[in-house]
């Protein structure tokens, strides 16, 4: 059963605007933590932000913030103020510890920004 | 210098062949994963290891064996290597306790054409 959804193969946004990156997860476990990468053209996979399911507030890290949904099972990446170096694939992962601290990824958002 | 590193970076081979990737870490970290990455089909595991004693099957381990040689190295083999063999691998290293300290670091990736 897939674990990590993302349902935008593609997005496109104007450079300095916002874009949010959309992930739903499937759990039953009460601890877990979901995580998101880039990948950019070179091919390398960039640690961006954590959330943990106990986390009471939203991760932010820089230009990057996580609306985590707990409720909905959603843990979208929101980027402010987008640059051309965003352009990239981005991976939501999932980690639970009743499945031995597997991660599971997403099958990705491809962002292009347009100047 | 990288954290984590790989070897080859990119490897041509022909089918029934032996072929071995290497993953090494200088971060000092226990837990060490290889994947392989299929476009749309986003990161799947192949194999991990714990410590040096622990080896665990991931997702998709058909085909594959690993050795972890070290707590720093961990290689992964493919024995007889098939066309659908073909694509771009990733070791990543993590370090257990607190659950925000379990996040995975990746390698740069070796890419692998099977002929």
């Known amino acids: 059963a897939q674990k990590i959804t993302q349902t935008q193969p593609g997005m496109f946004v104007q450079e300095k605007e916002a874009v949010t990156l959309d992930c739903t997860y499937d759990?039953?476990?009460?601890?877990?933590?979901l995580f998101w990468y880039k990948q950019p053209s070179s091919g390398e996979m960039i640690f961006l932000i954590y959330q943990g399911s106990y986390d009471e507030q939203n991760a932010t890290e820089g230009r990057y913030s996580l609306n985590f949904q707990k409720a909905r099972k959603s843990a979208n990446l929101v980027i402010s103020a987008s640059q051309l170096g965003d352009s990239a694939m981005y991976f939501c992962?999932?980690?639970?510890?009743?499945?031995?601290?597997?991660?599971?990824f997403g099958t990705g958002t491809s962002l292009t920004v347009i100047p | 210098d990288a954290d984590v590193t790989q070897t080859p970076r990119n490897r041509i081979t022909k089918t029934g062949k032996r072929i071995m990737l290497e993953c090494s870490q200088t971060?000092?970290?226990?837990?060490m994963y290889w994947y392989r990455q299929d476009p749309g089909l986003g990161l799947r595991l192949i194999y991990y290891s714990f410590d040096v004693k622990d080896i665990n099957k991931g997702e998709i381990s058909d085909g594959y064996s690993v050795s972890r040689q070290a707590q720093a190295k961990f290689s992964l083999s493919l024995e007889s290597a098939i066309p659908n063999q073909t694509a771009l691998y990733f070791c990543a290293t993590s370090d257990p306790g607190r659950l925000r300290e379990d996040t995975q670091y990746f390698g740069p990736g070796t890419r692998l054409l099977v002929l």
């Open positions: 992962a999932m980690r639970n510890k009743n499945t031995g601290n597997q991660f599971y």
């Open positions: 759990t039953s476990d009460q601890s877990y933590g």
């Open positions: 971060k000092g970290h226990d837990r």
